[in-house]
């Protein structure tokens, strides 16, 4: 099967920043909580858009000194080279969606949670580079998948 994923664009739908000056915990372990997404635009499931989202601390600004929630989407494609090879299998999209697509997005992601955080004068928040692949494997990440209609 000779088929590629091409990511088309990203766009950032929502951004929260909260930071409480007044909290000084010495050091705040903070793990990441990751969702994903996936609109498919037809029943091929060829097309489809991811929004990516994490959240970071405590929004009530109690347990953390900061908060931070950022959600951003990516538009992918699958194009297969071989017309003999219009079907692909699940587990085949599966893997080229909830794993390469979102490898691509983690770095987008990881850039604007630093971006975001860096603007007041403490120090920004920096994500670790994580293995997605081996995350995916390890914890569903609360996918949710339904068909929409192209425009």
């Not at 409480?20 to 097309?47: A, G």
């Not at 931070?68 to 990516?74: E, F, M, Q, S, T």
């Not at 538009?75 to 697509?101: P, Q, R, V, W």
Request: aromatic letters at 10%; charged letters at 30%.
């Amino acid at each position: 099967m000779n088929s590629t994923l091409s990511f088309n664009q990203y766009d950032v739908i929502e951004t929260v920043y909260k930071f409480n000056p007044t909290i000084d915990l010495e050091s705040e372990n903070v793990s990441p909580d990751l969702s994903l997404r996936i609109n498919y635009f037809d029943e091929t499931r060829q097309k489809a858009v991811l929004f990516f989202e994490i959240e970071l601390g405590d929004e009530q600004l109690k347990g953390n000194s900061f908060y931070v929630r950022a959600v951003i989407a990516g538009i992918f494609s699958i194009k297969t080279e071989d017309e003999d090879e219009d079907e692909l299998s699940d587990d085949f999209i599966d893997h080229m969606y909830k794993k390469n697509a979102l490898a691509i997005l983690y770095p987008y992601m990881r850039s604007l949670v630093s971006d975001l955080s860096s603007k007041g004068s403490e120090s920004p928040i920096i994500l670790p580079p994580i293995n997605i692949g081996a995350l995916v494997d390890k914890k569903d990440l609360a996918i949710e998948e339904y068909s929409m209609q192209e425009s």
